[in-house]
């Protein structure tokens, strides 16, 4: 036996956290993944899907090789083939649909970020010259709130809590410790040092056990909330005049906006007792520094952008935006590397074929307005079109580290439409119920099987870092690999002749090669320029935060915030609610899995078997059903059964599914992706009607 190695490297399996891990390897092989307590920008945060990597590196079930269909799409029939035969079958066809239908006929989509190559994807895209290029998070995680946030600051900051400096945390539509790691590290830490912690989470979650104040939303109602929050803050004159006066405008209209939100009244809608409104409010606003903690639930509920620009606005009118232990804008894209919006050869774009683009028309907030998203197609209504041909027939789908068939509203109509497409090619570890449907698999190289770049993510900011190959299982290899192989055969621009190439290009602005940078221990670290917006001006038409905003108005939307009740409620459809009465939150996460991935791996499993249903205690003893019991969830779409987890930390009329199970545990089979919510298209995941039912044992 050889000695034992140790290499420094970054985990991605989230894709969002970039976390600094240690691996052993054995006679080249691995055997143990630790967190590095000297990186200094994860300091030792890890998650258990890190440590479980060896068995999902050395899987039985990876994919090894690239296979085509053998038998009836889905049959199971697959043959083996080399990889000069996969990608240039997949070249050719994906030519062929361009040069006979257009290019608009093939859509690419990707799913989660899992080594940094989003926008080599958006680019790979845009060369090959598609407007249809989408993402399954698309409307439903990131952009939203981004673009509410770009509005309202001309950045985005509310991702990037300064919490370790903050006297106040508000964590919101948030789990950090199920998500981010580091982030949780960094609140955790605040909090033993003193900091106050409110958490907005319809379900005790672990980090609202944690809480000072922990305020149960009703799902959906989160805008009023915070409208109500606004309300307390400005009525009790708590807000930074100062601040108000000097760098936000429309704070006068805001006033009166928000004046109807009383707490007795925002109470009423939310299900959130008004004195915990009034406290949570008078906490933010007065123990400053004061910052908020966001996520993906502000993408998934009836009206994103009105939430996100809610939620900004509380941390703005109380002076906590761009502090040190507020909310701030690291902003590292086109610093450290060339990793711009122009990196992604947006302008590439013919015009002709951007009006194109699949939803464009109905969801520009996603598709067109602000060209500062990656403007991107519509999921949904790529499906319907691959569905019912119009406005035009989707041909040919090539999918990346995605998984739409579980992961998409209404998950059965996204069964409907993958299996209609002409062509469908998918690259992924495993064959997930996706790839069980394509035309073409391509086997993925794991975190582990490659060497590439690590930028700043959700929950570490400022940082570049290297990931280093270790291991080499069967013949899989990275996507960065695969579209750069993909590029040259179509005869792509901008792309390169090998993965060190475009590596050694990403880092060309810092003057090092990939190779330069691992000798000088992997990272580059910028810190924040904290206030440089306050100095400079914000990234807006006034140079301020914008309250109120005139784009929006020049649009044809709401220039200020406003509540809507989620498109299916107790209040907006009184009839449906008597045949599905309590209200639905689906896609709660934990911390051994990333969205539809890892059931597979066995030390994952063990400690998340079974896909819960939390329930109220009160609730489950009227409907006859005891904890751990097989329960059956309905909504108006379909059902799920999943096990009852019984519990004081949900309100009887609430009840919360867990997100990424597959088969009859699917939580998108329980959700709607016809009512869109204005603007953005997003389709509502927080804020749905249902019954529920104990299931026969
Ligand atoms: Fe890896 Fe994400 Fe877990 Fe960090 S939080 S260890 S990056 S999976």
Redesign the pocket.
């Known amino acids: 036996m050889q000695e034992a190695k140790y290499i420094n490297t970054t985990?991605?399996?989230?894709?969002?956290?970039?976390?600094g891990?240690i691996v052993k390897l054995v006679d080249d092989k691995v055997v143990q993944i630790m967190p590095n307590r000297e990186d200094p920008m994860?300091k030792g945060?890890?998650?258990p899907?890190?440590i479980a990597s060896v068995q999902l590196l050395y899987h039985p079930n990876r994919l090894k090789y690239p296979m085509k269909r053998a038998g009836p799409r889905g049959s199971g029939k697959w043959k083996r083939v080399s990889w000069d035969e996969a990608l240039g079958e997949i070249s050719e066809k994906l030519l062929q649909v361009k040069s006979e239908y257009g290019p608009e006929a093939v859509v690419m989509a990707r799913g989660t970020n899992r080594g940094s190559w989003i926008r080599l994807f958006n680019r790979f895209a845009n060369s090959f010259g598609t407007p249809n290029w989408t993402e399954s998070g698309g409307a439903q995680c990131f952009t939203p709130r981004s673009i509410a946030q770009q509005l309202t600051f001309g950045g985005i900051a509310l991702e990037w809590p300064d919490a370790e400096s903050s006297k106040t945390i508000m964590v919101w539509g948030a789990d950090p410790p199920a998500s981010?790691?580091?982030k949780s590290r960094k609140i955790v830490n605040s909090k033993s040092g003193g900091s106050k912690v409110i958490v907005v989470d319809p379900v005790m979650s672990n980090m609202a056990s944690k809480a000072d104040v922990w305020l149960p939303v009703r799902p959906g109602s989160d805008v009023a909330l915070a409208m109500g929050m606004i309300n307390v803050i400005i009525s009790e004159k708590l807000y930074d005049q100062e601040y108000v006066e000097k760098y936000t405008v429309g704070f006068e209209s805001l006033k009166e906006r928000v004046a109807p939100y009383t707490p007795d009244k925002v109470s009423e809608i939310t299900w959130v007792p008004s004195d915990r409104i009034i406290e949570a409010a008078r906490l933010f606003a007065t123990n400053r520094p004061s910052s908020i903690a966001i996520s993906a639930t502000f993408d998934e509920i009836v009206d994103p952008i009105q939430l996100g620009r809610a939620v900004s606005i509380i941390s703005a009118i109380t002076g906590n935006v761009d502090v040190r232990g507020g909310n701030i804008f690291p902003e590292t894209a086109g610093q450290i590397y060339v990793d711009t919006n122009d990196f992604i050869m947006i302008e590439s774009l013919p015009e002709d074929l951007d009006k194109k683009r699949l939803g464009a028309q109905r969801y520009p907030l996603l598709s067109r307005y602000l060209k500062i998203n990656f403007p991107m197609a519509h999921y949904p209504t790529i499906l319907d079109a691959i569905i019912t041909g119009e406005p035009y027939q989707i041909r040919a789908m090539f999918i990346m580290g995605g998984n739409p068939k579980l992961s998409i509203a209404n998950s059965d109509r996204a069964a409907e439409a993958l299996n209609k497409v002409d062509f469908l090619a998918v690259a992924d570890l495993f064959l997930s119920k996706t790839a069980e449907m394509a035309d073409i698999v391509l086997p993925v190289a794991s975190w582990l099987e490659y060497d590439g770049l690590a930028d700043s993510a959700q929950?570490t900011y400022g940082h570049l870092r290297i990931r280093q190959k270790v291991a080499t299982v069967g013949e899989a290899q990275s996507d960065t690999w695969i579209m750069i192989e993909l590029a040259k055969r179509m005869n792509l621009k901008g792309f390169w002749n090998s993965e060190r190439e475009y590596l050694d290009y990403i880092l060309s602005p810092t003057g090092m090669t990939f190779e330069q940078l691992k000798g000088k221990g992997g990272i580059i670290y910028h810190e924040p320029d904290i206030g440089s917006k306050l100095r400079n001006g914000f990234n807006t038409p006034s140079k301020k935060i914008e309250l109120y905003s005139e784009r929006l108005k020049g649009w044809g939307y709401d220039p200020l915030p406003f509540y809507n009740e989620p498109f299916e409620s107790p209040y907006s459809t009184p009839e449906v609610a008597k045949q599905y009465p309590l209200v639905l939150t689906t896609g709660r996460r934990v911390s051994a899995y990333?969205h539809t991935a890892q059931r597979n791996v066995p030390a994952l499993r063990d400690i998340y078997p079974d896909p819960i249903v939390e329930i109220n205690n009160d609730t489950a003893k009227k409907l006859g059903i005891s904890d751990g019991d097989k329960v059956r969830v309905e909504t108006r779409r379909g059902f799920v059964i999943m096990k009852a987890k019984l519990t004081q930390g949900i309100h009887p009329r609430v009840v919360g599914v867990q997100h990424g199970w597959p088969d009859i545990a699917n939580d998108n089979r329980l959700t709607d992706n016809t009512a869109c919510a204005v603007g953005i298209g997003s389709t509502t995941l927080r804020g749905l009607l249902c019954n529920i039912r104990r299931e026969k044992q």
């Open positions: 985990c991605s399996i989230c894709g969002h956290n970039q976390c891990v994860s945060s890890i998650c899907k890190s981010w790691a580091p929950a990333f």
